[in-house]
Nanobody, 116 residues
Framework: QVRLVESGGGLVQAGESLRLSCAAAGNILIYNSMGWYRQAPGKQRELVAAITRGGNTNYADSVKGRFTISRDNAKNTVYLQMNSLKPEDTAVYYC??????????WGQGTQVTVSS
C-alpha cells in the first residue's frame, strides 16, 4: 500500500525555486516526524529537512536559509519549498514518515535537477 506520494520535482536553472509536495494516505499526525531526504548519484541518502509532530523543524546545514519544510494537516500534505537552488541540490528527493513503533515509510521519490 502506497502511503506517501511525492510530486513537484523537475528541471530548473540555478537560482530558481521548486516546491515539493508529499501527500499521505492518512492523517500525517500519526507520524512522529516527517521529512525529506535526497540521494544524488553515487552518494548516500541524506536528510534534507524534517518536521516533528509537535512542529519542530531541522535542516541540513547545506540547505539552511534556502529550504523550508511545512505541512498542511487538513490536506495531509508535507511541503518542501526550495529557493535559490544550486546544481549540487540535484538528486532524487524522497518523502519519509517515521513511526516509532513501526519504522520508516518512504515515497517513491521525485527527481530534482538544477542546471548551472
Amino acid at each position: 500500500q502506497v502511503r506517501l506520494v511525492e510530486s513537484g520535482g523537475g528541471l530548473v536553472q540555478a537560482g530558481e525555486s521548486l516546491r515539493l509536495s508529499c501527500a499521505a494516505a492518512g492523517n500525517i499526525l500519526i507520524y512522529n516526524s516527517m521529512g525529506w531526504y535526497r540521494q544524488a548519484p553515487g552518494k548516500q541518502r541524506e536528510l534534507v529537512a524534517a518536521i516533528t509532530r509537535g512542529g519542530n523543524t531541522n535542516y541540513a546545514d547545506s540547505v539552511k536559509g534556502r529550504f523550508t519544510i511545512s505541512r498542511d494537516n487538513a490536506k495531509n500534505t508535507v511541503y518542501l519549498q526550495m529557493n535559490s537552488l544550486k546544481p549540487e541540490d540535484t538528486a532524487v528527493y524522497y518523502c519519509n514518515g517515521w513511526l516509532s513503533v513501526v519504522g520508516d515509510y518512504w515515497g517513491q521519490g521525485t527527481q530534482v535537477t538544477v542546471s548551472s
